[in-house]
């Protein structure tokens, strides 16, 4: 069983749509992640959800929309894409703080044409 | 404001070698770090962290890091490079215990 699995694993699609990535983990970790790494390899914090309540958004476009529908699941929903959202998503779980282990998904390819 | 450094976007060692990976932080309190290795394709896994306590931490397959205040350091090292040991490496600093802040990763090639 994977531990924090990401749907779909490759998404390519044409600038001005909608497109929604799926994330589940099933370690009954009680916060999750959203990061997103760029072209260059570098890996930024997107969003952090603990217990379904949002507490860190770091200064994401608002086209960007993630939702926890309970503490298993935060799926990333973005509006209008851009070029430049074109990266390699990836959701995390730990249980407790950052100051524990990051369990990671293998990643969402998101090509924007 | 809590981040970390990595010296080195490549570095390429011989089988056999020693793999040393440079990552200095900077933080206003006593920093968690960590380092996590990132095969092609996949996920980050984590490979050690220091909390508090014994300053040379040991992770797995065979890594090592240890902290060192005075020089604001976490190098990561391996005796002795496998092939199998190629990858995409990241530095982390833990900020507030919120959320971890990673360096721009070295990317490490093994030569045979």
């Known amino acids: 069983d994977t531990a924090v699995s990401q749907t779909p694993k490759y998404l390519v699609t044409q600038m001005g749509n909608d497109k929604s990535i799926k994330c589940e983990q099933n370690l009954g970790h009680d916060t999750m992640y959203w990061y997103k790494q760029d072209s260059k390899k570098f890996l930024k914090i997107m969003f952090s959800?603990?217990?379904?309540?949002?507490?860190i958004n770091e200064t994401v476009p608002n086209r960007f929309s993630p939702k926890s529908p309970d503490k298993a699941h935060l799926n990333l929903h973005i509006n209008s894409l851009e070029l430049g959202d074109s990266a390699v998503y990836f959701c995390?779980?730990?249980?407790?703080?950052?100051?524990?282990?990051?369990?990671f998904g293998s990643g969402t390819q998101l090509s924007v044409l | 404001a809590q981040s970390v450094t990595q010296l080195g976007s490549h570095v390429s060692v011989s089988e056999g070698a020693l793999v040393l990976l440079r990552c200095n932080y900077s933080s206003s309190v006593p920093p968690y770090l960590f380092w996590y290795v990132q095969y092609p394709n996949q996920g980050l896994q984590l490979l050690l962290k220091y909390t508090t306590g014994a300053t040379l931490v040991k992770g797995i397959n065979g890594f090592e890091a240890e902290f060192k205040k005075s020089e604001t350091s976490f190098h990561l090292t391996k005796p002795s490079a496998h092939m199998s040991d190629a990858a995409e490496y990241f530095c982390?600093?833990?900020?507030?215990?919120?959320?971890?802040?990673f360096g721009q990763g070295t990317r490490l090639t093994i030569n045979p």
């Open positions: 959800y603990n217990n379904k309540e949002l507490i």
């Open positions: 982390a600093v833990s900020v507030r215990a919120q959320k971890l802040v």
């Open positions: 995390a779980s730990s249980q407790g703080s950052a100051a524990g282990k990051l369990f």
